[in-house]
């Protein structure tokens, strides 16, 4: 690899073999090189791929904007997230983090804190990648001195979840999260009541409409002979069904979903369990 610019002692962007710039962080990677010094692999902890020269211009003014500390920072905290989840994030991620937490970072000298509309659903949804979240806030807090509120948690959720998958993976989270919680709006007004959201069966609730919407987002549908079951669900879980009905004929008119007669009979199985719990 060819040294482009050392831009401190743990950030370097390179050329590799196949002349495509890359940023490689590591500790001390940078120590005593210069441009156009052959950088060995042997103390790099991340690599990083500017893909285009659209990526190159991005970062040249993204490093305008924040400190390079927030990149390596923002590269500490995808490597913490790589090692508790095991397994590598996409190598484009590094830039729009870095541009979060140098943003996230000013807000809080500001004394500035904003909390996401969607920050319960993600909890739910993404429980492992937000208890990283949390140490990430944790991070940001011990290297920059500065009290980061625990808010920023939610947002880093979202890096986490779009460095593991394409680029369009926030966009179809957040679709998800906001179907979710038009759901649990609808549970709520049914029943009258909210529900403890760290139980069991609430859990297993959300991680079952997690998995059926992403069903109706790819076109999958479940099948099976469910017409006796839905006789007996419909007489002995009234009132659970008569709530699936409502989430589904919601979903139909807003969605333009076709739900079928096996994800009404499971989904009421679900809120009965769910509702057992109160």
Not at 77 to 88: A, F, P, R, T, V
């Amino acid at each position: 690899m060819k040294v482009v610019k050392v831009f401190n002692n743990n950030v370097v962007l390179v050329k590799n073999g196949n002349n495509v710039e890359e940023i490689v962080t590591g500790k001390g990677l940078g120590f005593g090189i210069k441009e156009g010094n052959i950088l060995k692999d042997v103390k790099i902890s991340q690599k990083f791929v500017l893909e285009s020269k659209d990526s190159m211009v991005e970062l040249e003014s993204l490093l305008k904007r924040i400190d390079v500390k927030d990149l390596e920072l923002a590269s500490d905290i995808l490597q913490l997230y790589e090692k508790e989840i095991g397994n590598k994030v996409n190598e484009t991620s590094l830039l729009a983090l870095a541009d979060h937490i140098s943003f996230a970072i000013t807000r809080a000298k500001e004394g500035m804190s904003f909390r996401s509309a969607l920050e319960w659903e993600i909890k739910q949804l993404y429980a492992k990648e937000y208890s990283i979240a949390l140490k990430a806030v944790g991070m940001m807090q011990e290297k920059t001195g500065i009290e980061i509120p625990e808010q920023e948690a939610a947002f880093i959720t979202l890096h986490f979840v779009n460095a593991l998958g394409k680029d369009d993976r926030v966009e179809e989270t957040i679709f998800i999260t906001k179907v979710i919680q038009s759901i649990s709006n609808i549970i709520k007004y049914h029943y009258g009541f909210e529900f403890n959201e760290k139980s069991f069966y609430f859990t297993r609730f959300i991680t079952h409409i997690r998995y059926f919407i992403k069903r109706q987002l790819n076109n999958e549908v479940v099948s099976g002979d469910t017409s006796t079951l839905l006789n007996v669900v419909k007489l002995q879980y009234e009132n659970h069904y008569s709530c699936a009905v409502k989430i589904k004929e919601f979903l139909e008119k807003q969605q333009h979903w076709k739900i079928s007669t096996e994800e009404v009979v499971y989904l009421t199985l679900h809120l009965y369990k769910l509702a057992s719990e109160k």
